[in-house]
């Protein structure tokens, strides 16, 4: 103890010299070393690292107008705060007026308009303390708020889905409760965010807390310190099976009001080593959307409200990709798993890739179950080795393509469901690392063909099929399509059975699923009348040779929202539809009370869909769903004969987002169809 007293008395001699003589940051940062700071040094300090040190006044050019739309309730929260505070009454008139310049003359000169879940007046509440002048106030608080505060910090803003997707890394498990209990980050984290934990801890804890935090100067801390919380949290959350959303979510907000000042250097530790296991790439692919002031920031923030709403999972450069499978030391190091198909992999891909044929997924899940089981021994095997493609973090590579890749999404979505740790995607995919390492294939790339290489050749698109158009051939001979196909074959057939020889060596007693149908307890509702229930949950491993016709052959064109509005169309469920040869398209499934109808969404004309297919309901024979993937749903069409039995005449099958929801809905419609015509 007396040791610590000492250390403690050097630091902060050290530490009053340095400022004297007028040190830099760099300097405080080696001396401070991310450890709280005294009372007395701690205004100055501040003002260092947020560069706001003697920093001109700006209130020499307002205009002294409070006339704000919303200035009566900011004025009245400015006085809430006041008395809060307990100040003496001479003081409480002066602070108040104080606060309500600096909260105006921020308004104005960010163009923003003030509201009262902002959370600035959290912000200023431990800035109070520290006992600025008021020019020195207005400066430390708007670097805060600018430097430190994520943009779009709103209800279902893009810190929050950013949030969920380290939570999805580094806990799946965790994640997906919160998901299926429909608790997101911003039901929960919103204060956490736009306060720094101002709103939720007490001012010992917070003064702490920011002394390591604008020491470090990493924005990103935030949301490592959230996830710190929950993760710590875990167990207990995963308890809260039975509770209630509301319930929950009041659980989780108040997490950060049990930290103690004592906390703080053991919390923030945690919390860097956390980003130490996340892709680096996260800084680049959000600086400029959460926290960049550039007009190229504002671009980039338009350019991702769709991309951070919709991703899977984290994603990782190709530049940080190529560096991991070089550098030593602690950087985070990849497992890579190819998902282009056999063909394409076998003309090119990284040195320590393995391979997974995404379309196995489809096409034959027992050979996909094998191919997973043998990659996770191979990853295990290559970690106790310490081998060159040892890894924890799972990086998947796609083709870059977009109809290719929705099979490498499902992919990543059956690792995900499978709560596997440190799961993200190569950005650009196999396009993009070609592209980086155009320079210098030969080294870059194992078994790179040019002439078979769809990035090399463009024109020449490698199918299920083999080749289609016109290849470019590099040493300028002329080859017949057909003698192309013919080499080709023969090496990606003598390939082939060299990696499935190498992955059946890990194989241990993989046994197919059987197909069970729902029994009462799973809570689906009646079955049907006179006959068996409709709905199973299994691996169907009936193939797509089913007549896929409807109803109606012709395709009609028509308007999306206008069609889906129609008064008749009682639900519509976002999907992907999936055809017979395994090619996705995005759909809509729109239930009137008497059909289905399947609206395929036509790319090149916004907005605009084809009537790809109309059921009649009462054709609905059976709805399964597969075990694995229990968004993967189908639907089989035919009618029911005591005499004949049952016959299939068309099958649909779909990936559906809210497939429970989608499935439960339209066995309602089925009964009352049903019901109606006494069946």
């Not at 602690?330 to 190819?338: M, P």
């Not at 996770?376 to 998947?396: D, K, P, V, W, Y």
Request: proline share 2%; net charge negative.
């Amino acid at each position: 103890m007396a040791d610590e007293v000492i250390d403690d008395n050097c630091f902060v001699f050290e530490l009053e010299n340095a400022l004297k003589e007028g040190c830099d940051l760099g300097t405080l940062r080696n001396i401070c070393k991310n450890r709280p700071l005294t009372s007395h040094l701690r205004p100055k300090i501040w003002q260092i690292c947020l560069n706001v040190s003697g920093k001109a006044d700006q209130f020499s050019g307002f205009d002294e107008l409070y006339d704000l739309p919303e200035q009566a309730l900011l004025r009245e929260d400015c006085q809430n705060l006041v008395d809060k505070l307990g100040n003496e009454d001479e003081e409480k008139l002066s602070v108040a007026s104080d606060l309500e310049s600096i909260l105006t003359l921020y308004c104005k000169s960010r163009n923003v308009k003030y509201t009262r879940d902002s959370g600035w007046t959290e912000i200023l509440q431990p800035l109070l303390a520290l006992r600025y002048s008021k020019t020195e106030l207005y400066n430390v608080f708007y670097a805060i708020v600018t430097k430190f505060v994520p943009r779009d910090c709103v209800h279902n803003g893009k810190p929050f889905h950013l949030f969920r997707l380290l939570l999805l890394y580094h806990d799946p498990e965790l994640c997906g409760f919160l998901d299926t209990k429909r608790v997101s980050p911003d039901l929960y984290a919103y204060n956490w965010f736009s306060t720094l934990f101002a709103s939720h801890c007490d001012l010992k804890v917070i003064l702490n807390m920011w002394d390591v935090y604008l020491q470090l100067g990493n924005q990103f801390l935030v949301f490592f310190m959230a996830l710190v919380i929950l993760v710590n949290a875990r167990d207990q959350l995963l308890t809260m099976g039975s509770d209630s959303k509301q319930d929950i979510i009041e659980k989780l907000s108040s997490f950060p009001s049990a930290l103690e000042a004592n906390d703080i250097e053991d919390f923030c530790s945690l919390a860097q080593y956390y980003a130490s296991r996340t892709p680096q790439s996260l800084r680049q692919d959000f600086y400029d959307v959460l926290f960049g002031m550039s007009l190229s920031s504002q671009k980039a923030e338009a350019d991702s409200d769709a991309s951070v709403n919709q991703a899977l999972c984290l994603t990782v450069s190709v530049e940080e990709l190529l560096q991991s499978q070089v550098a030593v030391g602690d950087c985070i190091r990849y497992f890579l798993i190819d998902c282009r198909p056999a063909e394409q992999y076998n003309v090119g891909h990284l040195p320590t890739a393995f391979h997974l044929d995404a379309n196995l997924m489809l096409q034959s899940p027992s050979e996909f179950a094998t191919a997973v089981q043998a990659l996770l021994a191979t990853q295990e095997q290559a970690i106790n080795s310490n081998a060159l493609t040892a890894g924890e973090h799972l990086c998947f590579i796609g083709s870059g393509r977009e109809q290719e890749d929705q099979y490498t999404f499902m992919v990543i979505a059956h690792f995900l469901q499978r709560h596997s740790l440190f799961v993200s995607v190569c950005a650009g995919g196999y396009s993009a690392i070609h592209n980086t390492l155009q320079d210098n294939l030969n080294v870059g790339l194992t078994d790179h063909q040019p002439r078979f290489c769809i990035v090399c050749n463009v024109d020449s698109v490698i199918n299920q099929n083999g080749y289609d158009g016109y290849n470019i051939c590099h040493d300028g001979q002329e080859e017949s399509l057909i003698n192309k196909f013919e080499k080709f074959s023969s090496v990606f057939k003598s390939k082939s059975a060299i990696v499935k020889e190498k992955m059946i060596n890990y194989i241990k007693n993989e046994q197919a699923q059987a197909e069970r149908h729902v029994s009462s307890s799973d809570k689906v509702g009646k079955r049907y009348r006179n006959m068996a229930s409709v709905f199973s949950i299994g691996d169907d491993e009936e193939e797509f040779e089913k007549s896929q016709s409807s109803d109606d052959e012709q395709r009609e064109v028509v308007n999306v929202g206008t069609w889906t509005g129609r008064a008749e169309v009682k639900s519509v469920f976002e999907c992907q539809e999936v055809t017979h040869s395994g090619f996705m398209h995005q759909s809509f499934l729109c239930v009137t009370d008497s059909h289905l109808y399947v609206l395929r969404v036509i790319k090149d004309q916004k907005g605009m869909a084809w009537i790809q297919s109309r059921r009649m309901l009462g054709s609905i024979l059976k709805i399964t769903s597969k075990k694995r993937h229990p968004e993967f749903i189908t639907f089989k069409y035919g009618s029911n004969n005591p005499e004949a039995g049952i016959a299939i005449t068309a099958i649909d099958r779909f990936i559906i987002a809210k497939a429970g929801e989608a499935t439960k809905f339209i066995k309602q419609q089925i009964m009352k169809v049903l019901e109606a015509s006494g069946t």
